[in-house]
């Protein structure tokens, strides 16, 4: 099955592998996807959308058993206060549900900032847009393909 992120990275030459797991509704947690696909939770990296007081709206990619430190995230994004958004915005803002927030290919191209821990990893996976698909990349393809900024954002 190949979703829209899928295609984008196709279509930009970007290699990439596409692995499924078992949907559990009563826990969409990064951790227990992990759990699923047989890797560790620091693997599975899950997407957040903030807004800024200044910036407006941006995207983090961080480890899946870790969470974003806003006073780090808003210093790097520019900005004095960030929140992440209401579950409920989601949708309309970037085409994607909870549990399959990928960020790829997004309604508009937001600023993202990918956490430094992903250059650790020879692959990461990352939600492929859909609940029960996952993409498997290279941190570096991730961050080049996003054009986003790797920094410390986790607590």
Not at 10 to 35: C, F, I, P, R, W
Request: one cysteine or more; proline letters at 4%; a positive charge.
């Amino acid at each position: 099955m190949k979703t829209n992120a899928a295609r984008l990275l196709d279509k930009a030459g970007v290699k990439y592998g596409l692995n499924t797991y078992v949907v559990d509704e009563s826990d969409l947690s990064a951790v227990h996807v992990a759990q699923q696909l047989g890797v560790r939770a620091g693997l599975l990296f899950k997407t957040l959308v903030l807004h800024g007081d200044r910036s407006g709206y941006f995207v983090c990619v961080v480890p899946g058993d870790a969470e974003v430190d806003l006073k780090k995230v808003a210093k790097v994004s520019g900005n004095k206060k960030v929140e992440l958004i209401p579950v409920k915005n989601l949708l309309p803002l970037t085409g994607y549900i909870r549990g399959g927030c990928s960020p790829i290919g997004m309604k508009k191209r937001f600023p993202t900032y990918v956490d430094s821990h992903a250059l650790d990893e020879n692959e990461i996976f990352i939600s492929a847009g859909v609940r029960g698909l996952q993409i498997r990349i290279a941190p570096l393809d991730l961050v080049g393909f996003l054009d986003a900024t790797v920094a410390d954002i986790i607590l």
